[in-house]
């Protein structure tokens, strides 16, 4: 694929750009719009503590027309980008105006769509004598992001304070965030899920997080508290809803998966790191993951509690998604630019729609072309 040097990739942001809505770019749509503004206004109040209290004996009324109005406005429908500049302040619009009813989770999914991976069942054989992991790392340290913001998490997870003695896990956690909401999916997913044959390189793949600081602590927290203590973040929250959506196993479902697609899921179990419920793997000598709680002393909650923990442990939908995946191929054009699969495809749809003279664009197309500028920025120099 060879993509013509007469076509202009700013203009193409430009269009791809006017595609997509967050919440932040709504919020302040509204709040400029006479009409909106108000009825924004009275739906914070609605949604406040004791906001109807204030709002008198029409409350009811009131924050029923608001939100009544408000479906006709830009924030009906509008998402956030995973790890984008100000996430919280545009999770906060989305969870708190509750105009969403139709979506699961606050993230836009045309990310996964070209997280295509996974083919055979025998694709680890062989692996005697190849330690994934040990190339996944060389991968990583030779493309300049990959090893920049890896170096910055190892940094960070690894350094001590002076006045505790132990490690900064909250500046931990930011890093790891950052490492895997900015780097491309075929260093990270080879990082975190290289297949292993032996402890050595199983060991090498749970280090990967620095789980000393990131996960590990001297007990086991409760998974309900970690679990309350998650909702109350917007981000992990989030992050949580998008998990439990795109990892929802399946017992009808040949992948195993309710919603049919791996590389969603390995994106949604990503987006965890970094987080109160951070995964891991539990030891070396397994493929098992859990994040760092137990059900222990759970009482009435019991129920809950295995349910929650269960769908890291015993989850068929994640188990293959981790076995059968395989690096994303990579290729070059002639303008110097590495590609992945997902953005070569992305390009080669974004060319033939904008030859369209009609420009009239299809809702799946606009799904798989929503995240091109992501894309193309972690890719050009």
């Not at 989030?238 to 017992?251: G, H, I, V, W």
């Not at 981790?322 to 992945?340: E, F, K, S, Y």
């Amino acid at each position: 694929f060879i993509f013509p040097h007469s076509v202009s990739l700013l203009p193409l942001l430009s269009v791809l750009s006017a595609l997509c809505l967050d919440c932040l770019v709504a919020g302040d749509s509204c709040s400029s719009d006479e009409n909106c503004s108000p009825r924004l206004r009275t739906l914070r109040q609605c949604v406040a503590g004791n906001g109807s209290m204030k709002l008198g004996p029409g409350a009811r009324s009131q924050c029923a027309n608001a939100v009544s109005a408000l479906l006709s406005s830009p924030l009906h429908g509008c998402q956030c980008k995973r790890g984008m500049k100000k996430e919280k302040n545009c999770l906060s619009i989305y969870w708190n105006h509750v105009l969403q009813p139709h979506l699961i989770h606050p993230y836009f999914s045309c990310d996964i769509l070209f997280l295509t991976l996974v083919p055979s069942a025998d694709s680890d054989v062989g692996m005697t004598t190849v330690n994934r992991c040990l190339d996944a790392a060389k991968a990583c340290n030779v493309d300049d992001l990959c090893q920049k913001l890896r170096t910055e998490y190892v940094s960070a997870c690894i350094k001590l304070t002076a006045k505790s003695g132990l490690c900064n896990r909250p500046k931990c956690n930011r890093a790891l965030r950052r490492f895997f909401d900015r780097v491309p999916a075929d260093y990270t997913h080879e990082l975190l899920f290289c297949p292993c044959t032996d402890t050595a390189c199983a060991e090498r793949r749970r280090q990967t997080i620095v789980p000393s600081c990131s996960y590990e602590g001297s007990e086991k927290p409760n998974c309900i508290m970690q679990m309350r203590i998650c909702n109350a973040d917007y981000v992990c929250r989030s992050r949580l809803a998008q998990f439990q959506y795109d990892c929802e196993p399946s017992k009808t479902s040949a992948s195993g998966c309710k919603q049919g697609n791996y590389g969603a899921c390995l994106l949604a179990y990503t987006g965890l790191i970094g987080s109160t419920i951070t995964p891991n793997y539990v030891d070396n000598s397994t493929s098992s993951v859990a994040p760092w709680c137990s059900c222990s002393a759970s009482g009435s909650q019991r129920d809950e509690c295995d349910s929650f923990l269960g769908f890291f442990t015993d989850n068929i939908c994640l188990s293959e998604c981790r076995r059968r995946r395989r690096p994303a191929p990579r290729r070059v054009c002639r303008m110097g630019i590495t590609l992945t699969a997902r953005s070569l495809d992305c390009l080669t749809m974004l060319f033939h729609l904008l030859q369209r003279p009609h420009k009239t664009f299809y809702w799946t197309e606009l799904y798989i072309l929503m995240d091109f500028p992501s894309i193309m920025s972690s890719r050009f120099d």
